[in-house]
């Protein structure tokens, strides 16, 4: 069983930048691929970001440039650094384990969420 706790979202302008956290619990963290997906209100959830076990990353297109995932297996913790945010960043993001697809239902262990606000 693995835990995640997401922490890091709050409310920034247009521009700015966030660091999401989300601390894995569990012992076999460094063999997931975990990921990052974000729901706006009224639109489908989407897979924003993922890394591999070995580093191998992915990025929607929406976030591309501007979003970087990163992992510290020693810590068992998986970051999304958000840089020059928009409005239609504003979703709540919620942080993924052990899967690969882009939708929630093909991870194993998702976390509670953290709500991310861009004001313009």
């Known amino acids: 069983q693995v835990q995640l706790v997401e922490s890091g979202g709050g409310l920034v302008q247009a521009g700015g930048s966030l660091r999401l956290s989300c601390a894995a619990s569990?012992?076999?963290?460094?063999?997931?691929?975990m990921g990052w997906f974000r729901q706006a209100p009224g639109k489908q959830r989407e897979l924003v970001a993922r890394?591999?076990?070995?580093?191998?990353?992915y990025y929607a297109d929406s976030v591309k440039g501007r979003f970087t995932i990163s992992r510290d297996n020693a810590k068992t913790t998986v970051y999304l650094q958000m840089n020059s945010l928009k409005p239609e960043d504003t979703a709540v993001y919620s942080c993924?384990?052990?899967?690969?697809?882009?939708?929630?239902?093909?991870?194993?262990?998702w976390g509670q969420g953290t709500q991310v606000t861009v004001s313009s």
């Open positions: 569990g012992r076999s963290f460094s063999s997931y691929t």
């Open positions: 993924v384990a052990s899967g690969y697809g882009a939708t929630m239902n093909s991870w194993d262990y």
């Open positions: 890394i591999s076990s070995l580093g191998t990353t």
